[in-house]
């Protein structure tokens, strides 16, 4: 079994318990699994989350992509702080729309100006719903860099 697929396996077998009032940092361990628990990632594997997220907070674009990432998966090459990713980030949708905004919210935590809501994720949410995980990618490209 490879590396990846492994770390695919361990990150669907994470039970999601956590209710809407919890916060981020629980709902974090279902991603620590690839994305490690420092959010450092896997070189070459999973991306780091630290640095370019509280980045991609700050625009319309952006803030879509993460939501669109989180429920609908993401596939194909990707480049983080230069170094290329290529893999599948599966569609985590069974997280509710305040479960992914506390998410969010622990993974921009910096800048309380960029918090997301819950009626902010259901709206991006359903904006994708027929959004396929490699057109999650292309989204990617739309995004202005600060």
């Known amino acids: 079994m490879s590396l990846r697929l492994l770390f695919l396996v361990l990150l669907l077998a994470v039970p999601v318990r956590a209710t809407a009032a919890e916060d981020g940092a629980a709902l974090y361990k279902r991603c620590a699994a690839c994305h490690l628990p420092t959010r450092a990632g896997v070189p070459g594997a999973y991306p780091p989350l630290d640095d370019h997220i509280a980045a991609f907070a700050t625009s319309e674009q952006g803030r879509d992509y993460l939501v669109a990432t989180i429920t609908r998966g993401v596939a194909g090459p990707i480049e983080v702080?230069?170094?290329a990713y290529r893999g599948v980030m599966p569609a985590q949708a069974g997280l509710k729309d305040a479960q992914i905004a506390a998410l969010l919210n622990f993974l921009v935590a910096e800048d309380k100006a960029q918090?997301?809501?819950?009626?902010?994720v259901a709206a991006i949410r359903q904006k994708?719903?027929?959004?396929?995980?490699?057109?999650v990618r292309a989204l990617r490209a739309e995004i202005p860099t600060p």
């Open 81 to 83: 702080n230069g170094v």
């Open 115 to 120: 918090r997301f809501e819950e009626a902010e």
């Open 128 to 135: 994708y719903v027929k959004t396929s995980a490699q057109q």
